[in-house]
């Protein structure tokens, strides 16, 4: 150490300072710089006879600073560059790329952090402002990119000489040009018709009626129309909907107004924050399409959680053993199946078993956002990045695979729901949502009453009888199986108050108040429910190897013996191979994802329990018309004999129970009253 504590070594002082004060200097000097861009935005107004006057007028003075102030404020260009890399992937090594109003060629540096330049045979920059092309000209020259040229020229005229394109992006640059119908126009004529792709990011006000994920209200619309038009940048939705009409549109995400607390760059790239202009938020978005095929996706239906629901998923899993359900429903490839979502695992359950077609709706969207990030690991990951993130639960790297691989796939309402929680696979996504949250404290708990050595003997026994000996010495289940009568009782109503109440199993366990009455009803305490459901399981199947639930309750991960069968090794390469595609994933009421078409089988789950009894009549009815002539239908409820059977079995059904919990052990999750099929006379 030096005199005075210092830790540099003596005669280093000063280059430390001077480094120091340089940092300093060239913090103010960006400072300096941005404060430039402001003042050209804010204050200067473009002048000119024509366009490309208008356009150096208003950059030539900040086009030095140019991309230090863009890279906190153009939101959209690393979305769309992933977007569009992840779509080259499988595409060669000779592509041609086009970008339109390119600038200073920031876009092209940035592109290598998603793909090598050498996979282009030509990269052209088309700008026409003189002074950013001559940044771009420099960047060029300093990046030794040989394969890489600047235009400047118009992008209504420009055409590359190879005479076609692999990929065409307009950065933040449609809404710059008057004549946009020309632009688009031109673009396509030389895009790639088979395999080619046309990129758009750009800030947007949407229309008074538009599509509903790009809605935003009249004082949005005013606003942000009226700030741009100062700058001769017109952000109306004309222009995507030119797009949507020339081509056919791949992918998109719009930014949002987060509904929750989200700190960091994240919460800014969703918002489109503004350098030094706080509470503004500019909306942009993210498109790609393709000279129109046949195939194109529909207008994204935006939809929000019923009142009540917490703002993220209640399940990580499904819930309900599916081993079971495939013994009665016996899925065969003529089969059109509608499930509800819930964790996701048992519609890719139905899958690999075969079924031709599978519909999974729920009206949480938060599930399917779940599902659809199960479904698009699937088909853009390895097996080993998809069993570390629904596997374990973590994975090291989740930023950057979302980023290139999962959010390019994501349709926008995933795309917003996950890109705020990925610090769910840093802390564990077996401990998130609902149940997740209810297992975290369960297992806090069972540490703090000395219980977590047991917990893990329990879960990694080797053998069903190890098991069973660890449970029946677990001190508190010694306790409530063989103390005093009158103490278990006490204790077991005192820990189901503060423990079992509705509003912990609502928001911890899913269990709404219709469900709740109907165990009430059966002479049942919420208390006795539980143990019965837990020893059950504990005694009768062997966690570390066959029941994956409840491993994944005492440990927060799955075992690779023990886990849902989209995780092992085999069934993964069988969806992503080609059986993923057949599962479709819808955001509403299961009523309207039942009136969709004719189904062969319908998993109702529990679903039916959460209905009053004139909804309960209602779905029985539609179940009439909707399930083909000996389809079947089949459900669990927490009442041994659920009301709404009757209301299925006169609604034109041959209704049977198969199992009831007075009976002994049901399945693997052991957490029902009954089980029962109904098939369509």
Known sequence: MGAGGDSYPYGQHQLVRRIRSSDKLRKFGGVKDDLIVLKSIWLNKASGQD??????????????????FRSSFLWGRKPLLAACSARLEHHGDDLIWVDLGGGTGENVDMMTEYMGLNRFKAVYIVDLCHSLCQQAKQKVQQKGWKNVHVV????????????????????????????????????????????????VCDFYTSG???????????????FWRATFDTDNIDVGPERRAYLDHRLSRVWEVNSQ??????????????????????????????????????????????????????????????????????????????????????????????????????VSVDCNPAQSALLELKATAIRQLDYEDVWAMFGEGRHPHIERLFETKLAPFLSQSANHFWRSRLWYFKRGLYYQGGMGNAIWMLQ????????????????????????????????????????????????????????????????????????????????????????RTLDGAAMNSHLRKDNYFYFNCCTGRFARESCPSYLKHDSFKQLKSSDIDKLEIMNGVFMQALMSRKFTKVILMDHVDWLDEQAASQLASRLADQVLPGGLVIWRSAALVPPYAK?????GFEVKCLQKATDGYMDRVNMYCSFWVAQRK
């Open 444 to 531: 806090t708990i069972a540490v703090f009453l000395g219980m977590g050595h047991s917990l893990k003997r329990l879960a990694y026994a080797q053998t069903l009888e190890e098991q069973q000996a660890v449970w029946n010495s677990n001190w508190f289940v010694k306790f409530c199986k063989q103390g005093n009568p009158w103490l278990v009782d006490i204790a077991v109503r005192f820990l189901a108050l503060i423990f079992l109440n509705r509003f912990v199993l609502w928001f911890g366990g899913g269990v709404p108040c219709k469900q709740y009455r109907l165990i009430h009803k059966d002479g049942l305490r919420i208390s006795q429910y539980i143990a």
């Open 257 to 358: 107004v987060l509904p929750v607390p989200v700190h960091g760059q994240y919460a800014a790239v969703l918002q489109g924050s503004i350098p030094y202009v706080p509470f503004l938020r500019a909306p942009y978005y993210v498109w790609i399409g393709r000279v129109p095929q046949l195939a194109t996706i529909m207008a994204e239906t935006k939809t929000e959680a019923p009142s009540g629901f917490p703002a993220t998923f209640l399940y990580t899993q499904s819930w309900e053993d599916p081993r079971p359900d495939m013994q009665v429903l016996k899925i065969n490839s003529r089969d059109e199946v509608l499930t509800l979502s819930s964790g996701g695992c048992n519609a890719l359950n139905l899958l690999l078993h075969g079924a031709g077609h599978v």
């Open 647 to 651: 209301l299925i079995e006169h609604a």
């Open 51 to 68: 366009h490309a006057s208008r356009l150096e007028s208003f950059y030539g003075p900040q086009a030095h600073a140019y991309d230090r």
């Open 208 to 222: 008074r009626y538009d599509l509903p994920c790009r809605q935003l209200g009249f004082l949005r619309r005013f």
């Open 152 to 199: 400047e020229g118009d992008a209504c005229t420009f055409q590359p000489p190879e005479g076609i394109a692999t990929l065409v992006t307009f950065s933040y640059s449609l809404s710059m040009v008057p004549p946009f119908h020309s632009a688009v126009d031109r673009a396509i004529s030389y895009l790639d018709p088979n395999d080619g792709f046309l990129g």
